[in-house]
């Protein structure tokens, strides 16, 4: 029952591609896909294209999660300097993180620096706006309760307002991995000779159809796999938080 689970919808999904195909040129068929899957991924492509991908995107994605939670916490505290800066963040989160594509060329230009920017600027915000409103919800009763023991400094910071607010955290953690991918597939789009985004561009003006879909398909493997390590990471940092639902339930 269990394999009928994980593997029933994929299955169906496969046969329904299957069907709708019918030899068509610009939607192979399963097996041309995977016949073109091996050919060009099991290749130098994964050293000049797939691993540097993935680099730019851990590497945007922890610069973002850093920034985040370090601004999110002093804003989450202060009503003041949340007040102040509310105005701003919202604008500022406004803007669709392609559209300063061309601003970070400008800056930083087309090179490694403004591909990890343009995912920087759009992990950002899901991850701050959790943190902000993670630290904006802790429990007053224990704030008093730290203040009453005398819990102040790191130890306070550690315990008990990264504990508290991690939840929050990290549902703004996982948003942000999903946005980072997009992202990293549209920073190579643009004025580079490498990367996932610019290999599967190429192949479509190339007319390279089934690898194109190829590149679609890693994609979908890559963003699965970094699913499922995150689920594992988040269930181990949040333990206490899914057993005491546990035990509730």
Not at 9 to 38: E, I, Q
Not at 134 to 163: H, I, N, P, S
Request: proline fraction near 6%.
């Amino acid at each position: 029952m269990k394999v009928v689970r994980l593997f029933g919808v994929p299955v169906l999904l496969v046969l329904g591609w299957w069907l709708v195909s019918g030899g068509s040129f610009y939607l192979p068929d399963p097996v041309r896909v995977a016949r073109a899957f091996g050919q060009t991924w099991f290749s130098a492509r994964v050293f000049d294209d797939v691993l540097p991908s993935i680099g730019r995107l851990l590497a945007g994605y922890a610069l973002g999660s850093v920034l985040g939670v370090g601004l999110g916490v002093p804003i989450g505290l202060s009503p003041r300097l949340r007040a102040t800066l509310e105005p701003v963040l919202e604008f500022f989160r406004a803007i669709p993180p392609p559209v300063l594509v061309p601003l970070l060329m400008l800056l930083a230009g087309i090179d490694t620096p403004m591909k990890v920017l343009v995912i920087v600027s759009g992990c950002l915000w899901p991850i701050l706006l959790n943190t902000v409103e993670g630290v904006r919800a802790l429990d007053e009763v224990l704030a008093d309760t730290c203040r009453m023991y005398g819990v102040r400094g790191a130890t306070r910071l550690r315990r008990f307002v990264l504990r508290g607010a991690s939840p929050q955290i990290m549902a703004g953690l996982r948003q942000a991995l999903s946005i980072g991918i997009i992202l990293m597939v549209i920073s190579e789009m643009f004025a580079s000779s490498s990367g996932l985004g610019f290999t599967i561009v190429l192949f479509q003006r190339q007319f390279q159809i089934a690898e194109m879909w190829s590149g679609i398909l890693l994609l979908g493997l890559i963003g699965l796999t970094l699913s499922l390590l995150f689920r594992f990471v988040e269930r181990r940092v949040l333990s206490w938080y899914y057993g005491a639902g546990a035990a509730r339930a």
